[in-house]
């Protein structure tokens, strides 16, 4: 049993660095204290879960993560590994293993070697250690390269080994640190499925980094994603899609992003909602429209949110968008479309089984083009603080 438990965690860094010119402004929370960094944090990880923290450069994730695994004091806050409190513990004493974006591997070691290391301290028998080691290198799928040197393996062989130099100890929680980003794109997605592999055959919590959120909708069981030192939101990959919170996860998740458009929210006397864009009006869905009733939600400016894959190409006719399309990207059974709206761009992806024979180049070079979408697939968010209206 591994749970993990942080409540209220914060983490605050002395504000010690003077702006430099030219530098951008950190939208980080700034007290007497210092700079905080990570801002009450609050999340229950069941045993075995695998929860992704996910976010730009700078968000806290990474800071959170050396927390549960002793690298970083606890400002403020409680961290329980099954139910212990473990802010004073030490690192060695929590039970965790960590793997780190670099690798981290001892060079003039073998694979067997590096694996074996973690074990040798604490002075495990020869014979278990092998047993552990053997059993590793097979569900990672390294076993002949146990003799070899790092240096004579690739990028996705040594990140494999640093994984098993962390499984070898079978510990209840397993930390990952932004572990494929060194990789290119095809390593990154078989590091992905091995991970995911990896995970249904080894009895451990795994709490993952990345600011990648393609790896967080595909490894995670829940998603935990960050701005600023914040949560902003935690759900499943389906929730955060389907239902952000705000207009920040909503322009986070999902590839390409979604596109938002200034717009009017009306509600009539009957309580019945339009969104108006330009000069088309769009009803939304009866579930939509309940959870607005619910929220008393009424008529104002919004940011309406739209994903490309929900918008629709059409002829010319009535309550229609109208755009000009720029820039053409030929995806294979797909063609993403830039369009330009409103002099902001809209992307709209279109199957090209659909185009109905055109060839997708003929969209480009400023062409119109026409589209609209349906109420149910739209998302309305406040212009004040930029929460979702449905949530």
Same mark, same amino acid.
């Given at each position: 049993?591994?749970?993990?438990?942080?409540?209220?965690?914060?983490?605050?860094?002395?504000?010690?660095?003077?702006?430099?010119?030219?530098?951008?402004?950190?939208?980080?929370?700034?007290?007497?204290?210092?700079?905080?960094?990570?801002?009450?944090?609050?999340?229950?990880?069941?045993?075995?879960?695998?929860?992704?923290?996910?976010?730009?450069?700078?968000?806290?994730?990474? %800071?959170?993560?050396?927390?549960?695994?002793?690298?970083?004091?606890?400002?403020?806050?409680?961290?329980?590994?099954?139910?212990?409190?473990?802010?004073?513990?030490?690192?060695?004493?929590?039970?965790?293993?960590?793997?780190?974006?670099?690798?981290?591997?001892?060079?003039?070691?073998?694979?067997?070697?590096?694996?074996?290391?973690?074990?040798?301290?604490?002075?495990?028998?020869?014979?278990?250690?092998?047993?552990?080691?053997?059993?590793?290198?097979?569900?990672?799928?390294?076993?002949?390269?146990?003799?070899?040197?790092?240096?004579?393996?690739?990028?996705?062989?040594?990140?494999?080994?640093?994984?098993?130099?962390?499984?070898?100890?079978?510990?209840?929680?397993?930390?990952?640190?932004?572990?494929?980003?060194?990789?290119?794109?095809?390593?990154?997605?078989?590091?992905?499925?091995?991970?995911?592999?990896?995970?249904?055959?080894?009895?451990?919590?795994?709490?993952?980094?990345?600011?990648?959120?393609?790896?967080?909708? %595909?490894?995670?069981?829940?998603?935990?994603?960050?701005?600023?030192?914040?949560?902003?939101?935690?759900? %499943?990959?389906?929730?955060?899609?389907?239902?952000?919170?705000?207009?920040?996860?909503?322009?986070?998740?999902?590839?390409?992003?979604?596109?938002?458009?200034?717009?009017?929210?009306?509600?009539?006397?009957?309580?019945?909602?339009?969104?108006?864009?330009?000069?088309?009006?769009?009803?939304?869905?009866?579930?939509?429209?309940?959870?607005?009733?619910?929220?008393?939600?009424?008529?104002?400016?919004?940011?309406?949110?739209?994903?490309?894959?929900?918008?629709?190409?059409?002829?010319?006719?009535?309550?229609?968008?109208?755009?000009?399309?720029?820039?053409?990207?030929?995806?294979?059974?797909?063609?993403?479309?830039?369009?330009?709206?409103?002099?902001?761009?809209?992307?709209?992806?279109?199957? %090209?089984?659909?185009?109905?024979?055109?060839?997708?180049?003929?969209?480009?070079?400023?062409?119109?083009?026409?589209?609209?979408?349906?109420?149910?697939?739209?998302?309305?968010?406040?212009?004040?603080?930029?929460?979702?209206?449905?949530?």
């Amino acid at each position: 049993m591994a749970e993990v438990s942080l409540r209220h965690i914060e983490k605050v860094y002395p504000n010690t660095e003077k702006k430099k010119k030219g530098e951008k402004k950190s939208n980080l929370k700034v007290t007497e204290e210092g700079v905080l960094a990570v801002q009450d944090f609050n999340l229950d990880i069941k045993d075995r879960e695998f929860v992704v923290l996910v976010g730009p450069s700078g968000c806290g994730k990474s %800071t959170t993560l050396r927390m549960v695994a002793g690298l970083e004091e606890i400002t403020r806050g409680e961290l329980y590994i099954d139910g212990k409190l473990m802010n004073d513990a030490a690192p060695k004493d929590r039970d965790i293993a960590m793997v780190f974006q670099s690798y981290a591997l001892y060079p003039h070691m073998t694979v067997r070697g590096n694996m074996e290391y973690p074990l040798k301290l604490k002075k495990m028998p020869k014979e278990e250690m092998n047993q552990r080691v053997e059993q590793a290198a097979e569900i990672l799928g390294i076993t002949q390269y146990l003799d070899r040197k790092p240096k004579a393996l690739s990028g996705g062989q040594r990140q494999r080994v640093a994984i098993g130099r962390a499984i070898v100890r079978e510990p209840k929680v397993l930390l990952m640190d932004e572990p494929l980003s060194n990789l290119d794109a095809k390593l990154r997605n078989q590091m992905r499925a091995e991970i995911i592999k990896l995970r249904e055959r080894i009895d451990t919590t795994f709490i993952y980094v990345t600011h990648d959120q393609t790896e967080a909708m %595909t490894l995670g069981d829940r998603i935990v994603i960050m701005k600023d030192g914040v949560i902003q939101q935690v759900g %499943t990959p389906q929730e955060v899609f389907d239902h952000p919170a705000n207009l920040f996860v909503a322009g986070f998740i999902g590839v390409p992003q979604m596109n938002f458009y200034d717009a009017e929210l009306i509600r009539d006397g009957s309580g019945s909602y339009t969104v108006q864009v330009e000069n088309v009006h769009i009803v939304p869905s009866e579930e939509k429209q309940a959870r607005l009733r619910q929220n008393g939600v009424e008529s104002q400016s919004i940011t309406l949110g739209v994903r490309p894959e929900h918008i629709t190409l059409l002829g010319e006719g009535e309550n229609m968008l109208h755009g000009a399309v720029e820039v053409t990207e030929m995806m294979g059974s797909a063609v993403h479309l830039h369009v330009n709206f409103g002099g902001r761009d809209t992307i709209i992806i279109a199957q %090209t089984m659909s185009l109905e024979g055109r060839n997708p180049v003929h969209f480009g070079g400023g062409n119109p083009i026409s589209f609209t979408f349906g109420g149910n697939v739209i998302h309305m968010f406040s212009k004040k603080d930029e929460r979702n209206l449905e949530a």
